[in-house]
């Protein structure tokens, strides 16, 4: 059974940071595009960012270009993604989720995604 599991959410003041952490097996780490999605309380859920180990760019939201970071740990098999500058409008659940192979230009459309987490809360207040 694939296992994807958040890790890092809280609650931080406008222009603080946060990192999230997702954890998976070697497996799906190294053959599938990774990536993190965000829904808040209303609205539709959306991609943020997603990598491919195997090759490949980091692709990135507009919005979060710039503040946030996606980055992977290989000897742990976790995708990190660092967030700077937080502003109130980032609060929502953050999910991880995994599609086969290469993220490519559809890499937000959630609708590929194979895996997902269960989501971690991060709210952030003005």
């Known amino acids: 059974q694939v296992q994807l599991v958040e890790s890092g959410g809280g609650s931080v003041q406008a222009g603080g940071s946060l990192r999230l952490s997702c954890r998976t097996s070697k497996y799906i780490y190294s053959r599938y595009c990774m990536a993190w999605f965000r829904q808040a309380p209303g609205k539709e859920r959306e991609g943020v960012a997603a990598?491919?180990?195997?090759?490949?760019?980091?692709y990135y939201a507009d919005s979060v270009k710039g503040r946030f970071t996606i980055s992977q740990d290989n000897a742990k098999s976790t995708l990190d993604l660092q967030m700077n500058s937080l502003k109130p409008e980032d609060t929502a659940t953050f999910y991880c989720a995994a599609k086969w192979r290469g993220c490519g230009g559809t890499w937000s459309n959630l609708a590929e995604y194979d895996y997902w987490g269960q989501g971690t809360q991060v709210t952030v207040s003005s």
């Open positions: 990598v491919y180990t195997g090759a490949g760019p980091a």
